[in-house]
């Protein structure tokens, strides 16, 4: 069974480094603030994430994307929803937690989803994933013919760090430099691909809460090491209330999941870790966060991938 049949890809990771760079060798593309998707376009569309969940019963506005690809297709690329002119994470999250037609059609036409296609894995019913970054994307725009709902990412050759300052200057996320002859590999992390971020984000295990006499919440945030082990990474403030924890589906565990209590959990509620959260804070080469922010909640990646990552 081919790669489009059998659906289940796992796209290629990418490394990450504090400061950006310049590179003859290297393209540079714009980081969306969206949900990395795998798209299978042929006389339908199907739209999966990285945990291989179809995603067009709550982004149905994307069904018809194929309808722009001249042949049968596998892309890799973001899916975005643009408010107030730039992609935002939390409008595409709330999304992802709904259920209800009615309520999805709502937002759907205020705010609607797109997706930005940036690699091409399967193309005339053959992989292409071992040949070079720059033919695929000769290929990929061949393939798409760009619409509202579908387009191809742009970039620039060898310009990192100007296009890193473009980016700041616009509130984007930040930039991804890839080698130009670099090979697509499933599911595994190289440093043929490099992002760096004006803010750094995290995907964390959320351990366990606190409630606070100023009335706050804070999460108290843990993450996986290589070897398998959860460790304690820090608080993030909720808000002023758990009205977001309740919506989501969590248990009381009773007891710390890092074994010894960190130092200022004693008085926290401790959680199964079941439930995955997103973390912004600004850059640093420390093990902590700096100013950590939540951003919400997310179901497209379980808690044994929050790995805590080491930057270049």
Known sequence: MDIFDAKGIKPMLITEQLDPYDDPDSIFELKLDGIRCIAYCNNSTDLRNKRDMKLLPRFPELKGIHN?????????????????????????QKRT???DPFKIQLVNSKYPASFVAYDILYYKDKEVTKLPLLERKSILSEVVDESERLSVSRYVEKDGVLLFDLAKKQQLEGIVGKKKESLYWFDKRTKDWIKCKLMSTDDCVVCGYIEKDNNMTSLVLGQYTNEGALVYRGHVTLGVSLRILNQQKYTVSGYCPFGDIPKGNEEAIWLEPNLVCVVESMPNDKDSFRQPVFKGFRNDKTPRECIRIEKL
């Open 68 to 92: 722009n690809c001249k042949t049968k297709c596998i892309l890799d690329g973001e899916l975005i929803v643009i408010k107030d002119g730039v992609p935002d994470f939390y409008e595409l």
């Open 97 to 99: 937690l709904m259920s």
